[in-house]
């Protein structure tokens, strides 16, 4: 039986990402979406919410087998203890090879686990998670880069925020 990871911070999921999810999961008969913590950011959303709004962005695109799980720690470990044989990754523009080409070489060296990169849709290469952040602080509609779910806890989220006081 197949099985890959394929891993982010989430923070929030967007339509660039599930674009991602929809295409590897006919690609292993089972996906792991892992909500994962990037030690080198800040995250808007902790691990719990972001399970959740990936679960729900998940559940509305109608996907069998996936799984959407958390994980807090390396995700070679999570990779060798459920016995996951890919890490699935997108690529958006050149600029994310270089950086992928490097975790890739470390989850290498870490564990037995082989990498498949997927390209980004072309329509879609300009998506970031903090983009949405951003766009969502100034009130800006996102219907075509998230799900309905995420737009509404980014709202949740930014409306006690005095955000427009922040431009300056
Ligand atoms: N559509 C839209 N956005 C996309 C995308 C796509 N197809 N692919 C990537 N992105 C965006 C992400 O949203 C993210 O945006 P942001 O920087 O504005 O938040 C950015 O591109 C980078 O994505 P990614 O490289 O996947 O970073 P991430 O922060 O989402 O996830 C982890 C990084 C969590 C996978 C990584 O930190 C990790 O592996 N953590 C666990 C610890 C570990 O095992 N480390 C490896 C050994 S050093």
């Known amino acids: 039986m197949s099985r890959a990871l394929y891993a982010g911070s989430f923070d929030p999921i967007t339509r660039g990402h599930l674009n991602i999810i929809e295409r590897a999961s006919k690609l292993f008969d089972k996906l792991f979406v892992g ?19 990936t679960t729900d962005a998940i559940r509305d ?10 994980i807090p720690g390396l995700l070679v470990d999570y990779c060798n203890q459920y016995d996951i044989q890919y890490f699935v ?13 490097q975790m890739f070489k470390i989850n290498r060296d870490l564990g037995n686990v082989e990498t ?36 509404s806890a980014l709202q949740n989220k930014y409306s006690n925020s005095d955000s427009k006081s922040v431009i300056a």
């Open 35 to 53: 909500v994962a913590v990037n030690p080198d950011k800040k995250h808007l959303f902790n691990i719990r919410e972001r399970h959740q709004m």
């Open 61 to 70: 695109i109608g996907i069998e087998n996936i799984d959407v799980v958390e």
């Open 89 to 101: 990754r997108g690529l958006r523009v050149s600029t994310d090879f270089e950086y992928e080409m």
């Open 116 to 151: 498949i990169f997927l390209p980004a849709d072309p329509n879609q290469t300009h998506l970031s998670s903090s983009a949405v952040r951003q766009l969502a602080k100034f009130g800006h509609c996102l219907d075509t880069y998230v799900t309905k779910n995420v737009y």
